[in-house]
């Protein structure tokens, strides 16, 4: 039996990045399950790196109800990071170069030593040198920012940009961090780092299980975005995003 075109996918997925153009959705059509969508999306990294991109480390997606309820899809998810993603802190994007960009309000691990896959984490300090407020830019490339299950996973868990904010050591009650999302200097979401599967930390057991079964290990010095506390916004050009987490500090984007 002939499976899925995965290279073919991976061609269209990433055409319609590029040229910030949506697609339909393709999975149902294509017969692609999750196992061929992690394939896909694998294969779009192949398609970065080609061009000279660099991975950088892993994102979690879906990881909190607000998102799961905001997409219709209920699964925990994990997608990839190239160094192209990354704006400066404080930095700007350019609306015209995504589809229906929104912005999330985020909690970065800076990853130490990491254990064997299979091996759970231990002591979380060990495992994590430094935590940093986040925002993530995510840009479905589907119509209408709709989507399955395997669909999101083929486009990279419509990752498209991040910003991290100033480094910190791990601080006490990170299960438990007051998190803001503001859209110029307005109060746009609310939440707790406790959206974030319960507690954040188990966002990297979640990562490291789920991206082992697909052979891909994270390593030191990585980036890992743990997940979203609250909804997406809408980003709108002009648009000034602030993410506060409480005692670690603020990160920021402008949209032109
Ligand atoms: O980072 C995320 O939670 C996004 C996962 C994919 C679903 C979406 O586009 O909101
Ligand atoms: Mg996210």
Redesign the pocket.
């Known amino acids: 039996m002939i499976g899925p075109d995965i290279a073919g996918i991976a061609q269209t997925l990433g055409a319609a990045a590029d040229n910030a153009s949506a697609i339909p959705q393709l999975a149902a059509e294509a017969g692609l399950g999750v196992d061929a969508a992690y394939a896909v999306q694998a294969a779009l990294l192949q398609r970065r790196l080609d061009r000279g991109e660099r991975l950088v480390g892993l994102?979690?997606?879906?990881?909190?109800k607000a998102?799961m309820a905001?997409?219709g899809?209920d699964e925990v998810?994990w997608?990839r990071l190239t160094d192209a993603m990354r704006v400066p802190d404080g930095g700007s994007v350019d609306v015209a170069e995504f589809i229906h960009p929104?912005a999330?309000p985020?909690v970065a691990f800076l990853l130490d030593r990491l254990p064997e896959p299979g091996e759970p984490v231990g002591d979380f300090t060990d495992a994590v040198r430094a935590v940093a407020p986040a925002i993530?830019l995510?840009?479905?490339r589907y119509a209408n920012?709709t989507?399955s299950l395997p669909d999101?996973i083929a486009?990279n868990?419509?990752?498209a940009a991040f910003v991290i904010g100033p480094w910190s050591p791990v601080p006490d009650g990170l299960e438990n961090l007051g998190v803001l999302l503001e859209v110029d200097g307005r109060v746009a979401q609310v939440g707790s780092t406790a959206a974030i599967l319960g507690d954040p930390r188990r966002a990297l057991d979640e990562g490291i299980r789920l991206a082992g079964r697909y052979g891909a290990r994270m390593r030191e010095g990585w980036v890992f975005?743990a997940?979203?506390a609250t909804a997406?916004v809408p980003l709108r050009p002009g648009a000034h995003v602030r993410v506060v987490v409480e005692k670690l500090g603020t990160a920021s984007l402008r949209a032109s």
């Open positions: 994102k979690m997606g879906l990881t909190s998102k905001q997409v899809v998810i997608g929104r999330e985020e993530e995510i840009d479905s920012f989507f999101v486009d868990t419509s990752a975005l997940g979203a997406a």
